[in-house]
């Protein structure tokens, strides 16, 4: 028998509960996978109030880093004892055991941690899309990164700095300004205390900037239509302050003819290649030390722990990446 993690209602962190299953048999073209460490992420806890929808009852989770334990009909890329990780996997990663489509798994290279892949793997492919296609930043250039002491934040300040752009990161306290700052953010806005708008604007010369990130949703998002330069692109790619919603499209013609895009990683990684073609690129920034990955000991919860660990991440009282440990 494995533990996994089910919910049969949507709601608040206390619909998740600890099942035991039966440890599956891979289908053709599936891999059971033995976790080791799980990525925490904050997509997981909008599949769990129902934001986004889920047929009930779902386990929860698409991220973590194990070994392979059997394959199924038609697998040649991995074998069993295969050290792998994986971002983009059917709902169930917070589990012991997780079927995963062979074309989700990627290698894990010797010199990462199981710990080190599943706290970077999703968060880290998704900056990879966010600055290296959604807008391909460029060295030298100033942007903004809102939730900059974030899990995604801190990869996209490391990120940046290797690259050569300037990221100004918005955070929610004077230790997560610093904490952005040691990763790499060249200016912080904290927002509690200073204006957003104000700040890049003073930060920029009046110029603003040409791309803003924004993962926070509602709470930002006219203020980061307000940092765009005319013809700007708004990256909403989060929702941890509620969605967007009731939208008048006339605000982006009276703000400078702007630009908005709702991506995700599943829009821009759709195949092996363009799998392993990011991994390889966020694992060669890992191994090199350009990305630095520490999960602290309070952001790693048992697995029967969930509960706990869902209601810290939405405190916001986390910096960086939390985990799950079977």
């Not at 089910?6 to 891999?31: L, R, T, W, Y």
């Not at 038609?74 to 589990?95: E, H, I, N, W």
């Not at 952001?299 to 910096?319: P, Y």
């Amino acid at each position: 028998m494995a533990k996994r993690i089910q919910i049969s209602q949507h709601g608040g962190p206390e619909v998740m509960q600890v099942i035991d299953v039966d440890i599956p048999e891979p289908a053709a073209d599936e891999v059971i996978v033995e976790n080791k460490a799980i990525g925490i992420n904050y997509i997981d806890t909008y599949v769990r109030s129902g934001l986004y929808p889920a047929s009930l009852p779902a386990g929860l989770g698409t991220e973590a880093a194990g070994v392979v334990k059997s394959v199924g009909e038609g697998v040649t890329a991995v074998k069993p004892g295969d050290r792998v990780v994986y971002a983009q996997s059917a709902l169930g990663a917070y589990s012991e055991f997780h079927a995963v489509n062979v074309d989700k798994l990627a290698l894990l290279p010797d010199g990462i941690s199981y710990e080190q892949a599943a706290a970077s793997f999703l968060k880290g492919l998704t900056v990879h899309y966010l600055l290296r296609q959604t807008y391909v930043v460029q060295p030298d250039e100033v942007f903004l990164f809102q939730a900059a002491a974030g899990g995604v934040g801190l990869i996209a300040c490391q990120w940046a700095k290797a690259l050569g752009a300037h990221l100004i990161g918005t955070v929610g306290s004077a230790e997560k300004a610093v904490r952005a700052k040691e990763a790499g953010a060249w200016a912080t806005i904290n927002y509690r205390e200073e204006d957003i708008v104000r700040r890049v604007a003073e930060l920029t010369d009046g110029k603003k900037v040409r791309v803003v990130y924004d993962s926070v949703g509602k709470d930002t998002w006219e203020a980061s239509l307000n940092c765009l330069q005319r013809r700007g692109l708004m990256v909403s790619f989060g929702n941890s302050s509620g969605p967007v919603s009731g939208v008048n499209l006339g605000i982006l013609n009276q703000k400078g003819s702007l630009y908005v895009t709702r991506p995700s990683l599943n829009g821009y990684i759709t195949t092996r290649e363009a799998l392993t073609s990011a991994s390889n690129e966020l694992f060669s920034l890992i191994a090199s030390g350009a990305i630095k990955v520490d999960v602290p000991e309070q952001q790693k919860f048992a697995l029967t722990d969930v509960q706990r660990a869902h209601k810290t991440l939405e405190s916001r009282a986390t910096q960086g990446s939390s985990l799950l440990i079977p």
